[in-house]
């Protein structure tokens, strides 16, 4: 199988783009497994002293048992399903990279998102690699660096889209997907990542 593959060139950020990692007609059948049969959770992250929803639903799956914190949230994982591990097989025999974990989001609706962030929890290791497989509707993600932030890169993730961020890039660019006024349809995304 031939995929498109494009190499996004930023300053310290490795970045790896494939728009139809899965086909249309796979992607839909993924969405609609994933909307029903995850084990969805709905946190409350704690922002400079004040209790939120998150504005997105959430679920964490493993091979392990190991949990992962981000924004005082401790999640334990639910044991990958078959499908889980038919598309990590996917992402893994592509990218030559072996991952423990999926962290999968769930937006809703155009408000949900994600602030701006770095995966860069001391339990994915120093430079980690973050497989992150889009289905449903298209989202923008934004990046920008952590000590310029007028330094930004935009893309709009599409269903069967595979975007791969490795090398330094967790170290000086934060990530985020804004929230949107447009009336647009859920978005599932899985992020795979490795759990030392």
């Not at 609609?32 to 209790?51: A, M, P, R, S, T």
């Not at 639910?78 to 999968?104: D, G, M, P, V, Y």
């Not at 990046?143 to 930004?152: A, G, I, P, S, V």
């Not at 961020?165 to 978005?187: C, L, N, S």
Request: charged share 30%; aromatic share 12%; glycine share 4%.
């Amino acid at each position: 199988m031939s995929y498109s593959v494009e190499h996004i060139n930023l300053p310290k950020a490795e970045l790896i783009y494939v728009k139809d990692f899965f086909s249309e007609k796979e992607s839909k059948v993924y969405f609609e497994y994933l909307k029903q049969q995850i084990n969805w959770q709905h946190d409350q992250i704690k922002v400079f002293g004040k209790v939120y929803d998150q504005p997105r639903l959430t679920a964490l799956y493993a091979e392990n048992k190991k949990a992962y914190s981000y924004s005082n949230i401790v999640m334990h994982p639910h044991q990958f399903t078959n499908e889980l591990l038919k598309i990590k097989n996917k992402i893994e025999t592509f990218s030559n990279e072996k991952f423990t974990t999926c962290l999968l989001n769930y937006y809703r609706n155009g408000q949900d998102s994600n602030g701006w962030h770095a995966d860069d929890e001391k339990e994915l290791g120093v430079n980690p690699v973050i497989a992150s497989m889009s289905f449903g509707a298209k989202r923008k993600f934004k990046m920008r660096k952590k000590d310029n932030h007028q330094e930004k890169f935009d893309i709009e993730l599409s269903a069967g889209s595979l975007l791969i961020m490795k090398g330094e890039t967790q170290h000086f660019w934060q990530h985020q997907i804004p929230k949107t006024a447009k009336k647009i349809d859920p978005r599932i995304n899985l992020t795979f990542r490795k759990i030392e």
